[in-house]
């Protein structure tokens, strides 16, 4: 059995130190990996640039889901080390593949609680007594799937059949049905347009 270090400081300060010292290397190991990546995939005269640029836009990047495998795996690896080769690579096998799984179910967590909540409802047949709304793409009272209702067929002319006879007056002007409630008609109001207010400053 091991004596206690004595050395060190206790608990909550180590903590703080720990913690410290594993930021450090992570920031400074991150930003010399991609700085070595930025200038491997730079062109030439200008890697030095390339690799701060890189440095700037992906040292910064901490959660990725290989993070956590890859920390999973090296935590169960090195956990196991005294006991030999195998028990050590059977350990990180399992310590990836665990840590892979729960990022895995949190990835399809998130799309899940991701999804657009308000989607409209589609009804497949309408409503008896409701006059359905309008569906982009088709007219007024047409829902897709519906065959769209035939044109009246025009009245024939008492006066002269000829075009030249219906453009100076001589065709019969029909006179306007009684108002039906499925018939839709404009407004007046809506006819003459309304000012548009002035923001300027006088």
Request: charge should be neutral; glycine fraction near 16%; include cysteine.
């Amino acid at each position: 059995m091991g004596t206690p270090e004595t050395s060190r400081e206790p608990c909550p300060d180590r903590i703080l130190d720990d913690v410290g010292g594993a930021f450090g290397m992570g920031a400074v190991g991150g930003s010399a990996f991609h700085f070595l990546k930025g200038i491997y995939n730079s062109p030439k005269g200008e890697r030095v640039i390339g690799g701060s640029q890189a440095v700037r836009m992906n040292a910064p990047r901490k959660e990725d889901p290989w993070n956590s495998i890859i920390a999973g795996a090296a935590t169960g690896g090195f956990l196991q080390m005294r006991q030999g080769l195998a028990a050590s690579t059977r350990s990180a096998i399992f310590g990836g593949v665990l840590l892979g799984l729960i990022e895995g179910a949190g990835i399809m967590l998130n799309k899940v609680l991701s999804a657009p909540q308000n989607l409209p409802m589609t009804m497949e047949e309408p409503v008896p007594g409701m006059t359905p709304g309008p569906v982009s793409g088709y007219p007024m009272g047409q829902l897709p799937g519906m065959t769209p209702p035939a044109p009246p067929a025009p009245e024939p002319s008492s006066g002269s059949s000829s075009w030249f006879g219906g453009l100076f007056g001589g065709g019969k002007k029909q006179e306007p049905a009684a108002n039906s409630g499925s018939k839709t008609e404009i407004l007046e109001s809506f006819d003459t347009p309304t000012p548009m207010p002035s923001f300027e400053y006088k």
